[in-house]
């Protein structure tokens, strides 16, 4: 039944999304809704490795994950399909899509005095001043901007580094999700994940490595996640909701992992930038843009329709009421009640998202579901040019 609900849902979103595009097509802002991008069929260079890559998992999956390497195995062949699918729309777009003027790689060679930069960061998120920031620098904290300097600091500066960065990191959180879980059998469906479409290449791909490493740490060195969760939360104002997540990962030991998330908070803070200075204002940048336009009766159903096609039939299927599906369950429902984000959540939640794949493990008929995840991540990255 929750299958039919979702293709339901989906259904109604981009049929909907059709109907609202031919009317207006400046009012939901998304071409391809609920997804953002373009309705364009196309194959590329990718289109083989991927198809291949995906035949070779469903085949060979399920038994590689009670192999003695199956996590480093998992990880170079998670790498594999999300570059090849990122090749499906050529390597020339994979090279830009963190390059234009909306995005980080926009505001690098600015960044002279990163102390200086730290303590004038607020000040330049709220839009129509000269040195407003681009949208997507302005609406995160400085920690993702600083990441990108960081690469271009040790010589890995241009698109190219920076995308196969967000891939190679994205793909951490094949390997740490399962060691958070205390078991393998997720495995072959972290690899075919259908996020996977957005992780090559968004900074969100990259927050998505961060998070995963983090909440692992959480499960044996709480007080070492905390400080990588912190760090996530200067990533991503939203990563904030990764707080049930934390919890679950953490327990009893909660204390250490706070502990080393106000570090790196308290750091920021002397450096110059406080993170609800920065929140308050990034909301009023949000409603400068198309966050005003976008609307919420539309948005906040068709992020859940969006989320059906990013965790695919078999994330669906899965779904338990266990732990970590119920706190990625609250994370998501929040952000998606908050008004906050309408919109390109099929990369935004990639973090919490992938969590709802906890419950594949136990899938009976397992290559028929690992099956359907990869369809789905080849039928939407074909059907669809996505801006990430």
């Given at each position: 039944m929750r299958l039919v609900i979702a293709g339901l849902l989906v259904a109604a979103a981009v049929i909907a999304g059709l109907v609202i595009n031919a009317h207006d097509p400046n009012l939901i802002y998304a071409a391809a809704a609920p997804l953002f991008g373009n309705w364009q069929p196309h194959v590329g260079p990718g289109t083989p490795a991927a198809v291949l890559i995906a035949f070779l998992v469903i085949a060979k999956g399920p038994e590689l994950a009670r192999h003695r390497w199956a996590l480093p195995i998992a990880y170079a062949t998670a790498t594999a399909f999300t570059l090849s699918l990122a090749m499906i729309d050529g390597w020339q777009r994979f090279v830009t899509r963190l390059t234009t003027e909306d995005e980080y790689l926009h505001e690098v060679p600015g960044v002279t005095d990163i102390p200086a930069m730290l303590k004038g960061f607020a000040a330049r998120i709220p839009d129509f001043q000269p040195d407003s920031w681009t949208t997507h620098v302005s609406g995160h904290p400085p920690g993702a901007l600083l990441t990108f300097v960081a690469l271009d600091r040790v010589g890995l500066g241009g698109g190219?580094?920076?995308?196969?960065?967000?891939?190679?990191?994205?793909?951490?959180?094949?390997?740490?999700?399962?060691?958070?879980?205390?078991?393998?059998?997720?495995?072959?469906?972290?690899?075919?994940?259908?996020?996977?479409?957005?992780?090559?290449?968004?900074?969100?791909?990259?927050?998505?490595?961060?998070?995963?490493?983090?909440?692992?740490?959480?499960?044996?060195?709480?007080?070492?996640g905390g400080v990588v969760l912190g760090w996530c939360v200067f990533l991503s104002y939203g990563l904030v909701l990764l707080a049930p997540l934390a919890i679950v990962a953490a327990g009893r030991r909660i204390g250490w992992a706070v502990a080393g998330a106000l570090a790196v908070v308290t750091a920021f803070a002397l450096a110059g930038f406080w993170w609800l200075d920065g929140y308050e204002l990034v909301k009023v940048r949000y409603y400068q843009g198309i966050g005003a336009t976008r609307p919420y009766w539309y948005w906040v159903w068709a992020n859940l329709a969006a989320l059906a096609l990013v965790v695919g039939p078999a994330g669906i299927k899965g779904l338990r009421r266990d732990k970590w599906t119920v706190a990625a369950g609250i994370a998501i429902l929040t952000a998606d009640l908050s008004g906050l984000s309408k919109a390109e959540t099929e990369r935004i939640w990639l973090p919490f998202a992938i969590w709802?794949?906890?419950?594949?493990a136990k899938l009976d008929h397992q290559r028929r579901w690992l099956t359907a995840q990869a369809v789905t991540a080849l039928a939407v990255n074909h059907l669809v040019l996505t801006n990430w």
């Open positions: 190219a580094a920076a995308s196969i960065f967000c891939v190679l990191v994205g793909s951490l959180a094949v390997v740490a999700i399962p060691k958070a879980l205390n078991g393998n059998a997720v495995l072959p469906f972290l690899v075919l994940f259908p996020g996977a479409v957005w992780v090559g290449a968004s900074a969100d791909g990259m927050f998505l490595g961060v998070a995963a490493v983090g909440i692992y740490l959480l499960t044996r060195w709480p007080l070492l709802l794949l906890a419950g594949t």
